[in-house]
């Protein structure tokens, strides 16, 4: 039986769309994927099932969580209702950033926000009284083809203004993007030119992030494939129900710390699921990737002649492929995949 022991440190993500389709973005997250944002109930459903299970704090994620304001207040009165502490909110800032993003030293004045709108400092001030204390903002050569990187910049300025603690994810890109128009996002195209024609390897490594999701388009690029039977071993996959950094997403579903498109409804994972009933889990859990060779094998997967850079690349071809509408296995989420190679 699948059941998860206490859980420790998670994430909430209250959404999967986001302005930004990042190189690295182990969700999958992008403009183009399903819009929806967490609604109350369902947030309350999620708090009672972690306070229960010992969770104590969490942070907020997506998605961008400030693509619907009212809902991510609404999600932080559940949390704040059941005594779950939030670490932290993420954000890529885009919300922060200013006129038309024409000014060369974007982000000095705050501007008038549009009719009906609140601005941005209005919404950190509301932010902070109802419990949102802290932003981890976005900021490196990946957000910046989509979001200017004035943006998450003017945004620190206005979170000192307001008392808003924040910290930068990763500051140690600043050096590098300070090379480029801070008013504009940029291509890959113009960032190699500018920083280095290694700069897509190089943000990757600094960065320290998981080849999943839509990172693994860097991993192919970046690194030589391997043959698949170098990369089939029977080691159980026990992290799949690790309780450090798991993430519960909008619609309740628990997703594995780092491997990402697979997910059970966090209900059952807390009472226990019924052998069976995901046989991908199940199979990782139990015999790594050798299992799940055989039973992707089983229903017509072939793989890559040339195989894959590791392991997890692997799996996520293998899941790919299971989670086609002609196997019907609802633990794995058919758009993460489709959106994970869109964007290349």
């Known amino acids: 039986m699948l059941k998860t022991g206490r859980l420790d440190h998670g994430g909430i993500m209250v959404n999967y769309s986001c302005p930004a389709a990042c190189r ?6 992008s403009p183009s994927r399903r819009p929806g944002y967490m609604g109350r109930e369902q947030a309350a459903e999620v708090c009672r099932l972690l306070r229960g299970s010992g969770c104590r704090s969490v942070h907020i994620g997506g998605g961008e969580p400030f693509l619907n304001f009212e809902g991510l207040l609404a999600v932080l009165r559940e ?47 509301r932010l902070i009284a109802e419990g949102g ?22 945004l620190t300025r206005l979170c000192e203004e307001t008392g808003m603690d924040y910290f930068l994810w990763k500051q140690q890109f600043l050096q590098e993007l300070s090379r480029l128009d801070p008013a504009r996002s940029h291509s890959r195209s113009e960032m190699e030119a500018v920083l280095a024609r290694s700069y897509l390897a190089d943000t990757a490594r600094k960065y320290g992030i998981r080849m999943g999701g839509r990172a693994v388009n860097i991993e192919e690029e970046c690194l030589p494939a391997r043959p698949v039977k170098e990369l089939l071993d029977a080691v159980p996959c026990r992290g799949l ?82 989670a086609g509408p002609d196997n019907h296995l609802n633990e794995l989420d058919q758009n993460h995949y489709e959106e994970a190679l869109m964007y290349r």
């Open 24 to 29: 690295h973005c182990l969700y999958s997250c």
């Open 79 to 125: 949390l704040n209702k059941a005594g779950i502490h939030v670490e932290y909110i993420e954000t890529n800032g885009f919300w922060a950033g200013c006129d038309s993003m024409q000014r060369k030293n974007a982000g000095v004045d705050e501007g008038p926000a549009s009719a009906g709108e609140e601005s941005p400092r209005d919404k950190l001030k």
């Open 133 to 154: 204390s802290t932003l981890c903002i976005s900021v490196d050569p990946f957000h910046a083809e989509y979001i200017p990187y004035a943006a998450p910049l003017r």
């Open 241 to 322: 129900l690790s309780t450090n950094h798991f993430h519960i997403d909008m619609d309740g579903f628990f997703i594995p710390p780092g491997c990402t498109g697979l997910r059970i409804p966090l209900a059952e994972l807390v009472e226990g699921a019924l052998p069976g009933k995901y046989p991908v889990f199940e199979a990782l859990y139990q015999g790594g990737t050798d299992a799940l060779f055989n039973l992707a094998a089983g229903r017509g997967f072939i793989p890559k002649a040339a195989g894959y850079p590791s392991k997890c690349n692997f799996c996520f071809y293998a899941r790919h492929f299971l």
